[in-house]
Nanobody, 122 residues
Framework: QVQLVESGGGLVQPGGSLKLSCAASGSILSIAVMGWYRQAPGKQRELVARITNGGSTDYAEPVKGRFTISGDNAKNTVFLQMNSLKPEDTARYYC????????????????WGQGTQVTVSS
């Protein structure tokens, strides 16, 4: 199993920035992909961004050009830098891992954390 601990959420005004962090522990050798998905009340889970062990990245269309995912393999940590935040980015953000890469339209989530709340509001 993989354990994930997220941090970095909070309340920010529109146009502001936040950086999320996620540290993985446990069966880390099984991890091929790390990333973030989000879920707002009453909405389906939505992939935000993901990064492979090789450094390849994917982003959801709504966040392209505003969010950047990065990873530190040595520390089993992944980050999500979120800039130019909009009210529609408000959601609970979950860090996840996957044992293999799947299609972008059918993302694979094997383990996920407790999530961290991001609220964008003036």
């Amino acid at each position: 199993q993989v354990q994930l601990v997220e941090s970095g959420g909070g309340l920010v005004q529109p146009g502001g920035s936040l950086k999320l962090s996620c540290a993985a522990s446990g069966s880390i050798l099984s991890i091929a992909v790390m990333g973030w998905y989000r879920q707002a009340p009453g909405k389906q889970r939505e992939l935000v961004a993901r990064i492979t062990n090789g450094g390849s990245t994917d982003y959801a269309e709504p966040v392209k050009g505003r969010f950047t995912i990065s990873g530190d393999n040595a520390k089993n940590t992944v980050f999500l830098q979120m800039n130019s935040l909009k009210p529609e980015d408000t959601a609970r953000y979950y860090c996840f891992t996957a044992r293999r890469l799947s299609g972008i339209s059918t993302p694979r989530y094997d383990y996920w954390g407790q999530g961290t709340q991001v609220t964008v509001s003036s």
